[in-house]
């Protein structure tokens, strides 16, 4: 079974500069994984974000951006606002099959 | 602008088949690359992808779940169909649909989800 891991919570300060990511059980993660990434507010359904590693949909904030670092997926916050307080999901593909991740408690204090 | 809707029992018994419905507008299923998914979440818990169906029919259903899914279109009313078989209190969760206009491109708009306890 494929497993999709994130850091399960991180704290950052407002304007500071976090950095989630997304580990495969397979190994490196590359373009071909298509990761994709979406924020969840509570009660509220997720919302896209990134899409095929590092491409931002129309809405999405210029501070947020997706890449490869280390072997993994990475999406990073710059200049974190408080809105940006919510629940970050990650997703990849295995060959016909789509596998999110655990999710990342992000809280900005 | 592209809206999607879930519907379907609020409450189902163990052992039941689940058939939600996703009614959608604003794009059709007709269109090269467009597909919808089903992904769900059990409450506090992380998302779930469970199936996707393309508009030519092809259809990609969760590793874990297959055996339980199926994903149908009626492109004609607009609507996805998805039926899961002997249904458990584990699969409680909020099911949502989500449409997507590529392969690559996933879930850019999300239906509001609905609900689905399992309980006898």
């Known amino acids: 079974q494929t497993v999709v891991t994130q850091e399960p919570s991180l704290t950052v300060s407002p304007g500071g500069t976090v950095t989630l990511t997304c580990a495969s059980s397979?190994?490196?993660?590359?373009?071909?994984?298509?990761p994709n990434w979406f924020q969840q507010k509570p009660g509220q359904a997720p919302r896209a974000l990134i899409y095929s590693t590092s491409n931002k949909h129309s809405w999405t904030p210029a501070r947020f951006s997706g890449s490869l670092l280390g072997g993994k997926a990475a999406l990073t916050l710059s200049g974190v606002q408080p809105e940006d307080e919510a629940e970050y999901y990650c997703?990849?593909?295995?060959?016909?099959?789509?596998?999110f991740g655990g999710g990342t408690k992000l809280t900005v204090l | 602008q592209i809206t999607l809707k879930e519907s379907g029992p609020t409450l189902v018994k163990p052992t039941q088949t689940l058939t939600l419905t996703c009614a959608f507008s604003?794009?059709?299923?007709?269109?090269?690359?467009?597909?919808v998914g089903w992904i769900r979440q059990p409450p506090g818990k992380a998302l779930e992808w469970l199936a996707r169906?393309?508009?030519?029919?092809?259809?990609h259903y969760s590793s874990s779940l297959k055996n339980r899914l199926t994903i149908t279109k009626d492109t004609s009313k607009s609507q996805v169909v998805l039926t899961m078989t002997n249904m458990d209190p584990v699969d409680t969760a909020t099911y949502y649909c989500?449409?997507?206009?590529?392969?690559?491109?996933?879930?850019?708009?999300w239906g509001q989800g609905t609900l689905v306890t399992v309980s006898s």
């Open positions: 997703l990849l593909y295995f060959g016909g099959v789509w596998v």
């Open positions: 989500a449409h997507s206009p590529n392969f690559w491109l996933l879930f850019d708009y």
């Open positions: 169906i393309y508009w030519n029919d092809d259809k």
């Open positions: 397979t190994g490196a993660v590359t373009n071909s994984d298509y």
């Open positions: 604003g794009f059709s299923l007709s269109t090269t690359g467009v597909n």
